[in-house]
């Protein structure tokens, strides 16, 4: 469907472009005193030495969320690698020793070098174990294996760099409600 | 040859070879307008600028100068990278091009006025200074006529490239440069008319009498102001370059120094342009409201005022500073550290400066009282005089041209570029017609008014 | 005994047409049959659970709804055990909000209890619950959060899970090969009637009443019958699932090939379903004619080896200068050539003229047929070897006169197997292997060369009834310097074919009956080749 935006006419004032190129000048001006005289008001910051602040509902490297006793609550159902659109996440399913749980993943790799963190995973995960929020946008490594993520670093996060409201992560081994949520899966390790 | 040694009082000698210097006005200029472009340009996007470059010194650590370092950093890798030309050129014109703008920028200044004409006694003799480095009664035509030149720079570049970007850069900045000279001239033709000379110090002097170009020949200097951007070639009339079509237009074939030559020739090109508007249309040297003679017979207190703003200004730069560190104090960046002992010298150097300025200006206020002198009924100074004037003359079109070069940065980084036929039509059938008519009334008007 | 239920009739090409009105609107159907597979045959598909096309007819899910204009009014009646007869009126739910209501709770009904397991379900995708559900559209749980799911199967696999909610039976292991899950069993019976009247095993037993039915087995016996995995195919829901596919691979990553498996002469049609070049699993590919849904448990395994121990490609000069040399040639086939490799094999034979004499067959046994998905007879082509004029079976000759030849060059053949063909072949001074594995025959060859298997090339076979069928070549070879044997054969003879249409053409001017058929007018169930005598 063609839309049609209709612009609105200049008036002579307008198209004489004069007075408003003074008024774009006056704009401009405005922002470089600012930049000069409230420079810290700027809205960049010098980058390696200030980093900006992230939100937590920004979609950063993932993380796969854990179970009280420190297992991947990710069931390997595929949802992700079937939802993601660069097929970037790789899973392999095994069987495990729980009776109460069927399927956990072997392998659980995402290369970041491929995602493109549109977030569709964290959307499609029907557990709730794939996370995209933690907040870290950058990471370098020297080789361009060591980008792709296996299960071992999505698992390595610690449940005291996340808010106490977020009950999800704070049940995780380290977390505040981990005892809590231990009792509850009635394994108490002791 | 002797006789024309002993035409001028030897006085007279040292100070027309210092004047001289002046030609070097323009290419300082460089070091004021690139850092400035780059972070006002940065300030205007809200962003920070480059600011990384730094000088370790001992005790204070890196120091950054607020991105000045860019400078030298920009300039040693220019300096130092390779020079090439692509196969199959003409080398030697390939290698002369990028001499003629810069070598036109040596040569221009040489009819700005710096100060106005020195009248001093000196051993008894009253000798006469003109303020330019070259007393000629050609003056400002001189200069458009060196201005034109450096299209030839242009041409020779992309010609010589053998780079369709480069050629057909070339042309466009030729044919750019070529339409604007027309308007540049026309413009001027009022004040010209007005003031009844070519020698930009008697323009000066017309203005100081009566008043400045801007009140009397307001749509000129707005005419002018747009002809002088297009002829540097800048935003928004960049047309010879441009990413899309022409890369880098006809500077594309050139790297290393040779391009530093383009570039630093289009920047003192900046510098002489904006000293020509203040001298053309801001009154030049002239301090408004304040006579020549009123500085001259208060000389001290002059000076004393001119020290006075002096350390306003490094006061004004202090708070700055002290505001900037007060932030940096508070923020949770992790080289504050550096930044502050940064600043501690700053400040250290700031608060001398402040007191170095209150004591001169204390001290010239309280001991310098002119001695004059009445020759042929005008009152005459000695030569210490006159070089106080001029200095405070000095720093008056300098700062005037400062406020222009300001504006020609604020210009690029605030309006979109023109297509290249909207430049052209611009120049031939607005800006043109504009400058006639303007010209036509001037001319009426300062009949009918009883001008010369 | 009740539990005895009748065949489906099916619509066959000959079947009467007789008129209907269906949604009030006259269509010809066919008159033989039932209405599922009457309304099947003009386009209409009716859900259903519990009904296979070669399974008995039980009726117990209730989801093939649909309304019949009768005496008494409109009634709802089961599609799949609802005979067809002439004018009747049926009503879909196109038409009829009722149909749609009935079926969309019947469906509700059946998911009460089933858990939400799609995710890590490996029937999920290729789901019968999933895909009614789908269609019937009723998107939105009505059940109540605090009553949860429950579980109603055999008591003895019940827990409580930690959010207390009753739960069991997930993996119960109800034989060699199969896991049952009774969370997920629906109680369509399909295993039931299949066990009892296809494998004609009766091992499985639906127990307890009511909502409390659940599938198992005889007290102390297993799940363990050659057919056993066709369970896991006609369970509409993950309940059944194989141990050798299970969580091994998300179904809807499978790309699937048509295929015939060529380790039997009854050619049982098959999917060969694969992903990043690797075969997953074997699944039935229905042909009424052949193998209908069935597949052996041997055949359906044999992927496994698929990719293992093969042998790489060798180099074919030094088999040109092999073939180059004195002495007479025994040219050996196996039974899992193609009629393209056998093509190729008396090309070759006709080249070297005189000195050459081909053998085919197989050491291993021939089995009576099963009567479901298996002849018994593992020459799989051995009807095709007689259509193209070779001689069948006649390994004992070669084994009689080894002394005789020179050079033994065998296709797909594992002739060394046999401890007996070994000790007397090993005499034969040059011994050629064209074979995909590296098997007792490739070892003990001067020569090895490694081709491709056959489910890696485009080819035919005729099977034991004179059917025509046609091989599909899946992306899985291990190695892209493998060729299929008929390539390399027509190399050695000294013609190229560039690919297995032209060997298959070159095929129809040995076998007058081939010479009508192009791959493209084979059929994906196969043609019937007329006038053959077998």
Known sequence: ?190 | MMEIIESKHWIEWIITIAKFAFAFVPILFILLLIPMERRGAGFIQDRQGPNRSYIKIPYFGRIRLFGWVQNACDGTKLFFKEMFAPAGVNKWIYMLAPAIPFAIVLISPCVIPWFAPMVFEFGGQVIKIPGMTVDTEVGILLLFGLSSLSAYGAVLAGWASKSKFSLLGGLRTSAMTISYEVCLGLCLMGMLLLAGTFRIDEIIAWQDANVWGIVAQPVAFFCFLIAMIAETGRAPFDVAEGEPELVAGFHTEYGAMQFGLFYMGEYSHIGINSILVACLFLGGYSIPFVSMETVQSNLGISLGVLCGVCAVAVLAFLHLLYRYARWYKTCKASNKEVILREYSLYKILGWCAVVVFAVLGVLSAVFIHPEVQMVNGEAVYGIGVALGTALIQILVLLVKAVFFCWVWIWVRWTLPRFRYDHVMHLGWKILLNIAILNLVVTAIAAKLLGGN | MSNYYNMPKLPTENSPKVEIFVDDKAVMVPGDTNLLEALKAVGIETPHVCYHPYLPVSGNCRQCLVEQEGPRGRMLVIACYTPVSPSMKIYTPASSERVKNARKATQEFMLVNHPLDCPICDKAGECTLQENYMEAGQNESRMRPEYGKNYHGNPAHQFIDSKGQVRGGKHVDIGPRIVLDEERCVQCDRCVRFMRSIAGDEQLQLASRADHTYITTFPGEKLDHEYDLCVTDICPTGAMTAKHFRFQKRVWLLSRTPSISMDDSLGANIWIDHAEGKVWRLMPRCNPEVNRSWLSNTSRLAYQNFQKNRLPAGDIDSLKSVLAKEGKVALVAGGSCTIEDLTALKLLAEKLGERAEIFTGSFAPVLPADGIAKSGDPVANRAGMKLLGLPTGNLEELLKRAGEFSILLSVHCDLFENAEAAKTLETIPEKIALSAFDDATAKAATIPFGVNHWSEVKGTMVNCNGMLQKLSAAPTSPDSNLRPAFSVLAELAGISLSCACEAFAMAGKNAEVLSGYTYETIRSTGVMLDGVQL
């Open chain 1, 1 to 190: 469907m063609v839309r049609q935006v209709k612009q609105k006419p200049m008036n002579w004032v307008e198209r004489l472009y004069v007075f408003e190129a003074l008024r774009g000048l006056f704009t401009t001006l405005k922002h470089a005193l600012r930049g000069l005289l409230r420079y810290e008001t700027l809205p960049t910051v010098p980058y390696p030495e200030m980093k900006p602040e992230i939100p937590r509902n920004y979609r950063a490297r993932h993380r796969l969320m854990l179970r009280p006793d420190g297992t991947p609550r990710c069931v390997a159902c595929g949802m992700c690698a079937a939802a993601c659109p660069a097929h970037c996440i790789y899973i392999e399913a095994a069987e495990t020793e729980d009776p109460r749980i069927e399927k956990a993943p072997a392998r659980f790799d995402i290369d970041h070098l491929v995602c493109v963190f549109c977030g569709l995973c964290v959307e499609a995960c029907p557990v709730d174990a794939l996370r995209m929020d933690t907040c870290e946008t950058s990471y370098v490594h020297p080789k361009r294996d060591d980008f792709v993520a296996p299960m071992f670093d999505l698992m390595t996060w610690d449940p005291k760099t996340y808010p106490q409201n977020d009950s999800q992560s704070q049940m995780a081994p380290g977390g505040t409600l981990n005892q809590q949520a231990l009792d509850a899966w009635g394994m108490k390790v002791n």
